[in-house]
């Protein structure tokens, strides 16, 4: 019975509870798409630690990281590359040969890493096939292909189809040799990472490091959302309680740093809207109940009791937050899926150095844990403001109340 | 107009509530957003300084071949006109002087590759608080002839504090460089790559090893205040020439300055996002204000006020309230920062233990920079004059029958 | 059919003229290299570093069976004296007297220069593979200080793990003196210039004793080595080129 009349009290003064419903919408709204814009905002950044370089975890052998010797393998790497393959959220692996390796050419050497890994297994794991700015990755030439970087290809001097050496120490501790033809050049916004990481076919580095069939000095697996992370990860550690397991947090503390201060400070700004939220909504149901000060105190003159005065008005509340806030929730998340599908592009004027074509372009993500807990407590403000002002409203003298103007 | 001004001053105070009530939309305004931003400004410099404090500096001066070829042959002499020149630019902090390169580090089983860092001890701490990340061992006294060096290069080489390391490299112009160090410490730095190569030496007794007298390969610089950097940066690079060079950190680590600059974009999304929730809030005010005082606008128009005159009545009122929130909001929120700024807020969780692992202070810091208070007012009194267009609107097109009869 | 006969035999015999002149080419030169090297050799040698702004000279004794075995020995600068560098196979041993320790190369250290000269630790290894890693082709004739030269053009075999896109080297027809060699890279630049003068007696034979490579690309860069004594086909034998005696060598 009192929801009708609070319903009817809603639309006798459209004015007052669009705005008090606008409020709402604009707050709903804001609070969905400003985590759904952060966490796009944070994938792209781990994007390019994660995609590019890391991936989600590695698997060595436990003093690989450490000693950085060759001999510190990981023994049947292919069958485990099958196995993994089968786990829940993981949707790329790739087994790869690590070795501390020269490069040179006519102009001069550099210390690199040299990753032999399948070209076809390397793209599940890692986005760098993707930033080829010169030649292609692994096409084009048929034997001993290379990619590498272009800071790299600058300081070699040498260009696509150029011949490159590369030398280190094998399985058997002598040092080896082997000529190298580069397939492609590749560019990232990490210029010491194209500085010392080298590509070239796990076959043929296997052959050359004269390494057993099947070993390997790391596997990167890569998953389909980070959710899965810990959850795959403890599946390998159980699978290969021997072997190094670790995950990009592990690896690249730097960028889990970025990603966890990050979450909190997303958080203590989301706090911030929501308490500008709120006062809003306060300051405008105030402002309404003191319109509307006659007629409550006809009400409270014709008999209707203040605890029912009370209910009446928080059920506006409540029904103009329910109208307001579903609108804006789907406001908020239509906008946010158009955003991810088209990409909200921020200028690169950070050309300093030459333009990479890497413009920051964000994708808005919905995380729906985050989501649906700003939407509660959207709501949950918007009912809560509408406390004060609704004390208020009951310690009216009905009798001066009647007098207003 | 006076009068008007003196008018509209007066009907604020008629009815104090509901003045009140929409100076505090524009209040709370004023604190929340000043607020949001003094805390990105803050964590957006500390973030920087983060980063410069684990090895490179705000600025480094070098030799001007260096940054192309880090041999050893592109070293410089620390002149006393290099000194004053720096010393006559405000802001400057730290001046740390370097010599580092390439050698072979060998322990009796073992051979690896690592960076050798000669530095003042003092002066370097203070940069880097490396002797906080000691483990074991002591830190470098100056002029001592040991090193200290990362756990991770150390465990390779099977090594510990009171072992004996064998350092061999390229020295200046050619000369072989090899010498025994003993081993004063042990530090655990958060950057694993750092850990595998690092080691610290005396810069005296680095200068000796590598046959490089006097010779430094940087003078790393930290400043006072990160906003300052660019400009203390033309200021040095106008002052120094060929065959130095100055060069700031974002030249050196472009990529950092992507990480942090992506964050201050994504800053300003959430600002607007805030700015477009505290509009509404002032706009509903305003909005309620208005139509709660139809009756008194239709009885002024009616007894004979033209509307023009009542629409910019509005618009002073408008300001006056935007004026005093403003102000008000302001001040408040001076005390409320100079506090934070103080007393930064700490992390806690997983958030906070990463920062600890990585070495820096678990806090949310604030800053105290002008334009975090200039900015926000500006926005915001821009927004109120835009709202103000709503009574001003509402006043001239306003209906007496309709409004007595509110 | 006699005549088919006789067009396959003229056939034959003019491939095995061009097959000939190939081998000389590559016989040629395997002489020069020989002429330089011989089987095992004692040498005193004088270097010298220059740069634009700084020299420096070294003098060191160097033993050499083979392309497998060699030793050297710094005898100046005083600060180097006594450094002992022994090379086995492709591995590199360096004995500093100084701080008394005896340190193996690893792979990292490859590519830096030996000694602060224009040489890598990897140059010292690698065998000399100009005869095996090239195919050799005699492109004309010169004459270099005098000396009637043939020009030969040294092209990498593809699988050949060295960096150069092309070799040519001037070497004397009469008595193979290597006078020349210019090295470029595989666009064709020309990246190195090596020139052999000197010619004196020295030991058992007659060969060129002065040695000067210059970068093209680096303005005032330049390395010269010089023999000041040299015997051939010394008796040398295996068990000298080891560690143990990298400590008593002098």
């Known amino acids: 019975m009192i929801i009708h009349v609070a319903w009817r009290n809603i639309w006798r003064n459209p004015t007052r509870s669009l705005v008090v419903i606008l409020a709402m919408v604009v707050g709903m709204f804001a609070g969905i798409f400003m985590v759904s814009f952060a966490k796009g905002m944070m994938k792209e950044r781990l994007n390019h630690g994660i995609e590019t370089e890391v991936s989600h975890i590695q698997i060595h052998h436990p003093k690989f990281r450490e000693a950085d010797e060759l001999k510190y393998q990981i023994t049947d790497v292919f069958q485990k590359t099958k196995d993994i393959e089968k786990i829940e959220g993981v949707n790329g692996v790739s087994p790869r040969i690590v070795i501390q390796a020269m490069i040179a050419s006519a102009e001069t050497g550099s210390g690199v890493n040299l990753i032999g890994a399948e070209p076809e297994s390397e793209k599940t794991v890692s986005n760098l096939y993707t930033y080829i700015k010169e030649g292609k990755w692994f096409e084009g030439i048929s034997r001993n292909p290379v990619v590498i970087g272009q800071k790299l290809a600058e300081k070699l001097n040498v260009h696509v189809r150029s011949k490159v050496v590369l030398t280190f120490q094998d399985d058997q501790g002598n040092i080896t040799s082997g000529a190298f033809r580069i397939a492609g050049i590749y560019q990232t916004v990490n210029t010491s990472f194209d500085e010392t990481h080298v590509y070239v076919r796990f076959d043929d580095l296997a052959q050359l490091a004269s390494l057993q069939q099947g070993a390997a000095q790391e596997i990167a697996v890569h998953l389909s959302s980070q959710k899965y992370l810990n959850q795959v990860k403890n599946k390998l550690s159980s699978m290969y309680p021997n072997l190094e397991v670790l995950t990009w947090k592990k690896l690249n503390p730097e960028f889990g740093y970025i990603n966890d201060v990050y979450d909190y400070y997303l958080y203590v700004f989301i706090i911030i809207i929501l308490l500008a939220l709120g006062f809003g909504i306060v300051n405008t149901i105030l402002m309404a109940i003191l319109e509307r000060v006659k007629e409550l105190g006809m009400l409270m003159a014709i008999g209707m009791k203040k605890g029912r005065i009370f209910r009446m008005i928080m059920w506006e509340s409540v029904m103009m937050s329910i109208i307001g806030g579903t609108l804006g929730v789907g406001i908020g998340l239509l906008v946010t899926i158009w955003t991810h599908h088209s990409g909200l592009s921020f200028d690169s004027y950070k050309a300093g150095y030459e333009a990479l074509g890497y413009g920051s372009t964000v994708y808005p993500i919905i995380d729906w844990g985050i989501t649906i807990n700003v939407m509660i407590l959207v709501f949950v403000t918007g009912i809560v403001a509408a406390i004060y002002p609704a004390l208020k409203a009951l310690k009216l003298n009905p009798a001066e109340a009647l007098r207003t103007e | 107009m006076k009068t008007d001004i003196k008018l509209a001053w007066r009907n604020l105070w008629r009815n104090k509530r509901r003045t009140v009530i929409t100076i505090a939309s524009i209040f709370f305004g004023v604190i929340l957003s000043t607020y949001m931003t003094s805390m990105q400004e803050g964590s957006y410099a500390k973030m920087v300084e983060n980063a410069v404090r684990f090895y490179s500096g705000h600025i480094q001066i070098q030799n001007e071949d260096f940054w192309e070829n880090k041999t050893i042959n592109n070293t410089f002499v620390e002149a006393d006109s290099l000194k004053e020149e720096i010393a006559s630019v405000p802001g400057i902090q730290l001046v740390v002087p370097r010599l580092e390169s390439f050698a072979l580090a060998s322990s009796k089983q073992l051979t690896k590759g690592a960076m050798v860092l000669g530095v003042d001890p003092q002066k370097e701490d203070q940069l880097t608080e490396i002797s906080k990340k000691l483990v074991r061992g002591k830190y470098l006294k100056e002029g001592s002839d040991g090193i200290l060096m990362g756990e991770t290069l150390a465990r390779y080489l099977q090594v510990d504090v009171g072992d004996t390391l064998v350092l061999l490299g390229q020295g200046y112009h050619g000369i072989n460089a090899a010498g025994l160090f003993p081993i004063r410490g042990i530090f655990k730095h958060p950057s694993p790559t750092l850990d595998r190569q690092l080691i610290y030496m005396d810069l005296s007794t680095a200068q000796n090893f590598y046959s490089a007298d006097h010779l430094l390969t940087s003078l790393a610089i930290l400043v006072n205040e990160a906003d300052e950097v660019s400009h203390i940066v033309n200021q040095l690079k106008a002052k120094i020439h060929s065959p130095y060079r100055v060069m700031s950190w974002d030249e050196m680590q472009p990529e950092l300055v992507q990480q942090i600059d992506g964050d201050r974009d994504s800053g300003v999304i959430m600002k607007v996002i805030l700015f477009l929730v505290i509009g509404f809030g002032i706009l509903g005010t305003i909005i309620m204000m208005v139509a709660e005082r139809r009756r008194e606008f239709g009885v002024m128009v009616s007894v004979g006020m033209q509307k023009t005159r009542l629409a910019w009545m509005l618009i002073y009122e408008t300001f006056i309230i935007g004026m005093m929130g403003i102000l008000s909001g302001s001040l408040a929120s001076l005390p409320l920062l100079y506090y934070q700024y103080f007393h930064p807020i700490r992390m806690g969780g997983q958030g906070g233990q990463m920062m600890i692992d990585m070495g820096f202070e678990p806090y949310m810091y604030f800053s105290l920079a002008p334009k975090v208070f200039t900015f926000q007012v500006l926005i915001i009194f821009i927004m109120i004059m835009v709202i103000s267009i709503y009574p001003f609107v509402s006043a001239l097109m306003l209906k007496e029958n309709k409004a007595l009869r509110a | ?250």
């Open chain 3, 1 to 250: 059919m006699k005549t088919k006969h006789l067009i396959v035999f003229l056939l034959i015999m003019a491939l095995g003229s061009v097959s000939a002149s190939a081998q000389d080419a590559t016989e040629i030169v395997n002489k020069a290299n020989e002429l330089m090297r011989g089987q095992s050799n004692e040498s005193v040698m004088t270097m010298k570093i220059i740069r634009p702004k700084w020299e420096r000279t070294l003098q060191f004794k160097g033993w050499s069976k083979g392309t497998e075995y060699s030793l050297i020995y710094v005898l100046a600068p005083a600060k180097e004296k006594g450094q002992v560098f022994l090379k086995r196979g492709k591995e590199i041993w360096n004995w500093v007297p100084s701080i008394e320790r005896m340190i193996k190369i690893p792979p990292s250290m490859m590519m830096q220069s030996w000694m602060g000269s224009d040489l890598t630790n990897d140059d010292l290894v690698k065998e000399s593979s100009i005869v095996e890693d090239y195919n050799h082709k005699i492109i004309g004739e010169e004459k270099i200080d005098g000396y009637d030269c043939y020009k030969i053009e040294l092209i990498p075999k593809e699988d050949a793990a060295v960096v150069w896109g092309k070799i040519i080297t001037w070497i004397s027809k009469e008595h193979y003196y290597t006078l020349k060699n210019e090295y470029y890279d595989e666009d064709g630049y020309l990246v190195n210039v090596e020139t052999l003068s000197k010619i004196k007696k020295m030991g058992d034979r007659t060969l060129p004793t002065y040695y000067e490579i210059v970068p093209v690309d680096k303005k005032g860069h330049k390395t010269t080595m010089e023999f000041n004594d040299v015997k051939f086909n010394v008796p040398i034998k295996d068990s000298f080129f080891s560690i143990q005696n990298m400590k008593t060598v002098h």
